[in-house]
């Protein structure tokens, strides 16, 4: 970034105009003064005040605490939500695109599922919380129906939306969509050829998944589950406006903190954040090998 | 040649799969916003009107929409000029900007509220306690990545050097160049970056409530907890703007789009 150094590398112009291209950074800076200021400067408040004891100074109290309960079981659940629906969507998000993209599905119906795939990952929050209210409820269109028409009530045997299964099934609704829209340039870029190839060379269906198709979309298919997992992690309102908080996940606690209906220290809620940003920086960790690791199929 | 393969029957199963995943919780809160408030029997549009005669709807709508046209100005006119510039005179710098666009999935919105509510705590009136402040300051970050990627995309599919120089040696300035010559020319991209972000301005919760500020979605979860079919409707409502926003962008993307996924095959 020195300016010196881009002297030396970048080739004169041709010498058509003089120009002083030690300066040229300067023009990144009222970006990079905007991102300081209102993404690093937040972040690091986050990472700092995780170690600052309320009367001053440093201590490694408050990430301790994240070990005790309650916020053992909300990094738990957290964990577990994501894992379940990361899991769960990609399988579905994968057999579902695949569905789309194979030989012999009509072109149109490719088209349609981005559309849709595009709605319905962005489709989140409280709206989406409401219409699984709607439908699987207590009072729901679904349940409903299940009670009358087959004399089933979900509810009397130990289903509940409002639990950690119901949160997972809500997730599953953005999760899925988001796979398939992740997934779909990898699926294309297995190419026709390499199936003929490999069915000229005697290969069954099987052996061409097992030796060239699950090998080539491996990378894509962990990196997209890696993405799923940190989409359902970070998820706040979702699961606030279906369970009203009921369910302790690390974003509704940090809410709780928040909103000022905890108030011993005022640093936990930065400690919260700074184990979540941990988790969420695991993964992308893992997230950008994988998508270099990825992207070496597709052209 | 091979005859034209049929639909596989494997393949019908997962999309019927993904079909009703995808249309009967809508399909349910239709059915729930088109029930009576009183007796709860079908059908009636009371719940529409209901909430298209409340005040505070309009009142959220139009500040969240204005929220959204704040975000969108503030990131076009961060992006554009610095990805240009990037592509333009300092490419070396593009790894940077790429992976600052990263960072805010790793800083989630949760994340962002706590450390910008304890740093801006001190912070003018005008700014902490308003809307067209500090909130479309925070959405601007979140909406970063997406106009980011569009954009790069966008300047990638465009030769940024000879178009500016051609502009130049017609004598244009900087201003000129950037407005007259290199906006029209990444028009899709910054369109498509912009209706995405408008969807997640409009459906924002998270940093919205918890800073306290009456959008859109804190209205929407204000309906949800006391009125259950009146929000039913307003859940279609905010279901229909994502949908129109996404049109908007599928629609502005596959001018754009097309000619680059025909080169690919």
């Known amino acids: 970034m020195t300016p010196s150094k881009h002297d030396l590398s970048r080739p004169a112009p041709a010498g058509r105009e003089r120009r002083r291209p030690s300066f040229a950074w300067l023009g990144v800076l009222p970006f990079l003064a905007y991102a300081t200021a209102f993404l690093l400067l937040p972040a690091a408040n986050v990472l700092i005040g995780a170690f600052r004891s309320p009367n001053g100074g440093w201590t490694l109290d408050n990430v301790a605490t994240l070990f005790e309960e309650p916020y053992r079981t909300a990094f738990k659940n957290s964990i577990e939500v994501s894992l379940v629906t990361a899991l769960l969507g990609g399988l579905l998000g994968l057999m579902i695109a695949y569905s789309a993209l194979r030989e012999g599905t009509p072109k149109w119906i490719r088209g349609s599922l981005t559309t849709f795939s595009g709605v319905a990952a962005n489709f989140a929050g409280i709206p989406l919380a409401f219409a699984f209210i709607a439908t699987l409820g207590v009072l729901g269109v679904v349940t409903t129906f299940m009670t009358e028409t087959l004399g089933i009530n979900p509810y009397d045997h130990g289903f509940s939306l409002f639990t950690k299964t119901g949160i997972e099934i809500v997730y599953l609704y953005f999760q899925i969509p988001l796979m398939i829209l992740v997934i779909a340039p990898a699926i294309d870029g297995l190419r026709r050829e390499w199936r003929e190839a490999a069915s000229g060379l005697g290969a069954s269906a099987f052996q061409f998944w097992r030796h060239i198709g699950v090998p080539i979309l491996m990378p894509s298919l962990l990196s997209a589950m890696v993405l799923l997992f940190g989409n359902a992690f970070a998820a706040y309102a979702t699961a606030y406006g279906l369970t009203g908080g009921s369910i302790g996940l690390v974003p509704i606690v940090i809410g709780f903190f928040l909103s000022g209906d905890v108030l011993d220290n005022p640093h936990l809620g930065q400690a919260l954040s700074f184990g979540m940003f941990v988790v969420l920086g695991l993964m992308m960790l893992a997230y950008i090998p994988l998508q270099k690791l990825s992207s070496r199929w597709m052209r | ?265």
């Open chain 2, 1 to 265: 040649m091979k005859p034209r393969r049929r639909i596989a029957p494997g393949a019908v199963v997962w999309l019927l799969v993904g079909v009703a995943y995808f249309f009967i919780p809508l399909a349910a809160t239709l059915l729930f916003s088109l029930r009576d408030d009183q007796t709860g029997k079908c059908c009636t549009l009371a719940n529409f009107s209901y909430i298209l005669h409340d005040p505070t709807f309009w009142k959220t709508i139009r500040l969240s929409f204005v929220v959204a046209l704040e975000t969108i100005a503030i990131t076009l006119a961060l992006l554009v000029p610095t990805v240009y510039w990037v592509h333009l005179k300092v490419p070396r710098l593009r790894p940077l900007i790429g992976f600052l666009a990263l960072v805010p999935f790793v800083v989630a919105p949760i994340i962002l509220v706590v450390g910008l509510l304890d740093i801006y705590r001190g912070s003018p009136e005008w700014f902490y306690a308003s809307p067209y402040g500090f909130l479309a300051t925070a959405y601007v970050i979140l909406a970063f990545p997406f106009m980011y990627f569009s954009l790069d995309t966008g300047f990638r599919s465009i030769d940024v050097h000879t178009l500016t120089e051609a502009s130049q040696s017609l004598g244009a300035g900087w201003p000129t160049t950037l407005w007259r010559v290199i906006l029209p020319n990444i028009k899709a991209a910054a369109l498509a970056g912009s209706f995405l972000t408008l969807a997640i301005v409009m459906g924002e919760y998270t940093i919205a409530s918890l800073a306290q500020f009456n959008t859109f979605s804190v209205f929407v979860q204000y309906i949800n907890q006391n009125k259950a079919y009146p929000a039913g409707a307003v859940t279609i409502i905010a279901f229909a703007i994502t949908w129109a926003a996404m049109l908007a962008l599928l629609a502005v993307g596959r001018g754009r789009t097309a000619p680059i996924t025909e080169g690919e095959k």
